[in-house]
């Protein structure tokens, strides 16, 4: 079964850093880009960041940019995000996603890790 | 950034019904243009890629269209469980973004 599973979300305080994970299994990792997407309680969907599958390329939300890194270990088959600098608006669920190499849509998605930003 | 704007915000239709989604967005994306599903407490599902590509697995009542700036989602024969939020998202440019979604009620 194609799955992705994240981890790592807890309750942090402004300013503070966090280093969430995804698990993937079940396809060729290492053939796909992996992104990020998250949601803030009773909110629509913010795409945050994308890794290319050699993690050569990554791109990042305006919001994120500067504060979030996104990296992957193709041997373990993981990705990860780096939050530093955390902000009470960081709060959401974190979503790992699948892309699916077809003009970049995403087609797995795990259930989320949620982060809670508040002092 | 790319700003994609869906419309209507929420709207309510029967069971057997048709309804029609539409995303605009504020310049032109091809057909970088996907479709999710997104049901309460659950992940979002991709239901349409690529403007008209249905997701494998998907009933075929889904159906999408458009390409440059206009873009429709168009569900058939309406069942219970496509009560749902849907929002569309351009892969077109970085960043990308989504809609701010759709509730579609009973």
């Known amino acids: 079964e194609v799955q992705v599973v994240e981890s790592g979300g807890v309750v942090i305080q402004p300013g503070g850093s966090l280093r969430l994970s995804c698990a993937a299994s079940g396809f060729s990792f290492d053939d796909f880009s992996m992104h990020w997407v998250r949601q803030g309680p009773g909110k629509g969907l913010e795409w945050v960041a994308l890794i290319t599958w050699d993690g050569g390329n990554r791109y990042y939300a305006d919001s994120v940019k500067g504060r979030f890194t996104i990296s992957r270990d193709n041997s373990k088959n993981a990705i990860y995000l780096q939050m530093n600098s955390l902000r009470t608006e960081d709060t959401a669920l974190y979503y790992c996603a699948k892309d699916s190499n077809v003009l970049y849509a995403m087609d797995v998605w795990g259930r989320g890790t949620t982060v809670t930003v508040s002092s | 950034d790319i700003q994609m704007t869906q419309s209507p915000s929420s709207l309510s239709a029967y069971v057997g019904g048709r309804v029609t989604i539409t995303c605009r967005a504020s310049?032109?994306?091809?057909?970088?243009l996907n479709w999710y599903q997104q049901k309460s407490g659950k992940a979002p599902k991709l239901l349409i890629y690529?403007?008209?590509s249905l997701q494998s697995g998907v009933p075929s009542r889904f159906s999408g269209s458009g390409s440059g700036t206009d873009f429709t989602l168009t569900i058939s024969n309406l069942q219970p469980e496509d009560f749902a939020t849907y929002y569309c998202?351009?892969?077109?440019?970085?960043?990308?973004?989504f809609g701010q979604g759709t509730k579609l009620e009973i």
């Open positions: 310049q032109s994306v091809t057909v970088y």
């Open positions: 690529s403007a008209s």
């Open positions: 998202q351009q892969s077109f440019i970085f960043p990308y973004t």
